[in-house]
């Protein structure tokens, strides 16, 4: 219960932060395209992170099909014996957005130095998808605890009624997550054209 309400702690942060980046690209300047390192460098890991979270828990899916292979072919024991394995990887969805809030926020300070805004608002975009795939991603997570402990107890001979609701729920977190991963890299692409010097244009 405790870690559940870090992980929702950690969500509202991420959206608020988000939100603050979406509302300052207002105050942009124009001109000669400019981007302070320290969002190149928050960017860059605000990136790689997702990344990594979002192969964990494609990796978690994978696991999951096993054990329902092995559950279908009445394998119980073997459900025993790598459920719970493959709970503690589930560690691997959330180890990588630990410091995207810190990130998101570096990259929301810095926001109103580039140029020009228009790049900003787009910038800003990207920093939203990115928090809300964060909490799409922490929310998986839970739900994944919540099926294998599930596919313990139906191994086990008890009843796990919820199954359904929550493979259905995960897999529409799944879809929503690659949507928004989608809509983060679509947005950096447009935010990096923006901020490309023209030709015969040297950067400020």
């Given at each position: ?149 599930g596919l313990e107890a139906r191994a086990r ?48």
């Amino acid at each position: 219960m405790e870690k559940g309400k870090e992980l929702a702690a950690m969500g509202a942060v991420l959206l608020l932060v988000a939100l603050g980046a979406a509302a300052i690209y207002l105050y942009t300047q124009g001109g000669t395209p400019f981007v302070p390192e320290e969002i190149n460098s928050a960017r860059s890991q605000i990136s790689k992170d997702l990344v990594k979270s979002i192969k964990a828990a494609g990796d978690s899916n994978n696991n999951l099909k096993e054990l329902l292979i092995l559950e279908s072919e009445g394998n119980t024991s073997e459900v025993l014996q790598k459920a719970p394995i493959y709970k503690v990887d589930l560690s691997k969805i959330e180890e990588p957005l630990l410091d995207m809030p810190q990130e998101i926020q570096t990259v929301a300070d810095h926001i109103p130095e580039v140029r020009p805004r228009s790049a900003g608002k787009a910038l800003s975009g990207a920093m939203n998808a990115a928090a809300q795939a964060s909490m799409e991603l922490l929310r998986l997570r839970q739900d994944s605890v919540s099926l294998y402990d599930g596919l313990e107890a139906r191994a086990r001979g008890e009843e796990f009624k919820e199954y359904k609701t929550i493979a259905d729920r995960i897999k529409r977190q799944g879809d929503l997550i690659n949507s928004l991963y989608d809509e983060f890299k679509a947005k950096i692409d447009t935010f990096k054209t923006l901020t490309s010097p023209k030709p015969n244009e040297q950067p400020s």
